[in-house]
């Protein structure tokens, strides 16, 4: 079983492990690595999930239960990880704040996205890509809302109301690839037409670039970070988001909500994804 999933799991890293090697080698620039991640982002990502909302079928499950089973695990690992910033090592409000984003906040996307593909194919993307439609706006808002009334308490801001954040946060929201993406993908599949022929197959052809390309673009852009700073915050936080969330994760989709095994497993492997 080991050497199963180390087969699946392994030319992912290795391909993460390239990108890092030829920006830290100089062979491209860490221009190029940007220029590789704006085009999965703005590009090829929004085409993969388009393609995938569009047709997609989730036969009996609901994505409901899916959504409360994973946000359960994000406000388990979230309160966990600003109580740790906040009580263990007595920072502001705002630290708290950040303290919650790192230990809840998974990367679904570049990072997600290509793990799910690897290890459970194309239809581990249907549940993964059904979370990605409501993980981004949740996730921007609560955030937001909570920033500003953690700078208030800071004395850093005067506290705006959630109305006005959130109506700051839409306008943004309506201007980012992914959410146009999934806005399209509804407004397909209403429209009743096939996904077929030579648009498919552009579209097929676009999204497959995004998975390798992905990777190797997150390689790359690691060389710009390193390990330096609040060390014990950041291993407790990352203790929290690879193991206590993806654990309340998996206890509710298997016990409290009953998903498909596909989901559950997917649901928790996104979960333990980094930040």
């Not at 087969?7 to 030829?22: E, K, S």
């Not at 998974?106 to 690897?118: D, K, Q, Y």
């Not at 407004?187 to 037409?193: D, E, H, V």
């Not at 095994?261 to 979960?271: D, E, G, I, Q, S």
């Amino acid at each position: 079983m080991f050497a199963q999933v180390f087969t699946i799991v392994l030319p992912v890293f290795l391909l993460v492990g390239i990108g890092y090697a030829t920006a830290r080698c100089g062979v491209l620039s860490a221009a190029v690595g940007e220029a590789l991640g704006q085009f999965v982002y703005v590009i090829a990502i929004p085409v993969l999930i388009f393609k995938t909302l569009a047709v997609v079928s989730i036969g009996d499950a609901s994505p409901w239960a899916m959504w409360l089973t994973y946000f359960g695990g994000v406000a388990v690992a979230w309160t966990t990880g600003t109580l740790v910033i906040r009580r263990l090592f007595a920072r502001e409000a705002r630290a708290g704040v950040i303290g919650g984003i790192s230990a809840g906040f998974a990367n679904t996307v570049m990072v997600g996205i290509p793990l799910v593909s690897a290890v459970f194919g194309k239809d581990g993307l249907v549940p993964l890509i059904l979370l990605i439609s409501v993980h981004l706006p949740v996730m921007t808002i609560v955030t937001a809302i909570l920033m500003e009334r953690a700078a208030a308490l800071d004395g850093m801001a005067e506290a705006r109301t959630p109305l006005a954040v959130v109506r700051t946060i839409v306008i943004s929201l309506g201007q980012n690839p992914i959410v146009i993406a999934i806005i399209c993908s509804v407004l397909w599949r209403l429209s009743g037409l096939p996904l077929t022929g030579i648009f498919e197959d552009v579209l097929n052809r676009i999204s497959s670039t995004s998975l390798p390309i992905a990777l190797l673009s997150l390689g790359m852009s690691m060389v710009l970070y390193g390990i330096r700073g609040n060390l014990l915050p950041g291993l407790l936080l990352s203790l929290v988001k690879v193991a206590v969330m993806p654990a309340v994760v998996l206890g509710l989709g298997l016990y409290l909500f009953s998903l498909p095994p596909l989901w559950v497993a997917v649901m928790t492997l996104t979960a333990a994804c980094p930040t």
